[in-house]
């Protein structure tokens, strides 16, 4: 049998943290906690902390009410082909095409290793354009074709077009960031149309991530 005195220890321990289960304040701090582990987080090589002055360039991080490059078709359109990828996510997203830095390339959907490896990916949780939010991408700089690697090149102005079946979103860079490697609140949607395009900073190393940020400025539908 236990002894008497380490019964009444074991109760205690035992009372004492079911006290704490109950307390409301445990509560909270475990929803944070899961918050934290269950909010996104950058593809690997692909607090909202951003790297010291200097290290951004562009526009202005406030969202502004712009209007909309997209009909009402373009919008329905854009709703069908995301639940399209949702039902089969092995499709060909779109195509990316940055003048500046002679790339084209397909965007293919996920960002897993495996998907990356292959080319730059869209992060799924996030909306097509159309959709009324954030639509985020990611590649790699110095490994598995390098497709990002000049994507620091980009300035304010410069011209991305991204080719769906539903249409052609044509964006005008707006900023370029140096953030940390958990720093997604760069890339959430605010209530507008955007597009971020990340990857490791710098060449090489996971250290950080480089966020181009560009917005629509028209939209052309397939015929």
């Not at 290290?55 to 991080?61: A, D, F, L, T």
């Not at 940055?98 to 996920?110: F, S």
């Not at 909306?127 to 110095?142: A, L």
Request: negative net charge.
């Amino acid at each position: 049998m236990m002894p008497e005195t380490a019964l009444r220890q074991k109760t205690s321990s035992r009372s004492k943290w079911l006290r704490r289960t109950r307390d409301p304040r445990a509560w909270w701090v475990g929803a944070f906690l899961a918050a934290l582990l269950l909010a996104p987080i950058y593809p690997s090589c692909g607090g909202t902390e951003a790297v010291p002055t200097g290290h951004e360039s562009g526009r202005s991080s406030v969202a502004t009410e712009r209007p909309s490059v997209f009909s009402d078709e373009a919008k329905i359109s854009a709703w069908v082909w995301k639940s399209q990828l949702e039902t089969n996510p092995e499709q060909i997203v779109c195509r990316l095409v940055i003048p500046r830095i002679g790339l084209e390339v397909d965007v293919l959907e996920m960002t897993q290793d495996a998907v990356l490896e292959k080319g730059p990916g869209h992060w799924p949780e996030t909306p097509v354009p159309g959709q009324g939010g954030h639509f985020v991408v990611s590649g790699h700089r110095s490994t598995y074709g390098s497709v990002f690697l000049r994507l620091d090149e980009l300035l304010p102005g410069d011209s991305i077009e991204v080719l769906f079946p539903y249409g052609v979103v044509e964006y005008e860079v707006t900023r370029s960031l140096i953030v940390g490697v958990e720093d997604t609140g760069v890339v959430w949607s605010r209530g507008v149309e955007e597009l971020s395009l990340t990857t490791c900073h710098p060449p090489g190393s996971e250290e950080y991530r480089l966020v181009v940020q560009a917005e629509p400025v028209s939209f052309t539908p397939r015929e």
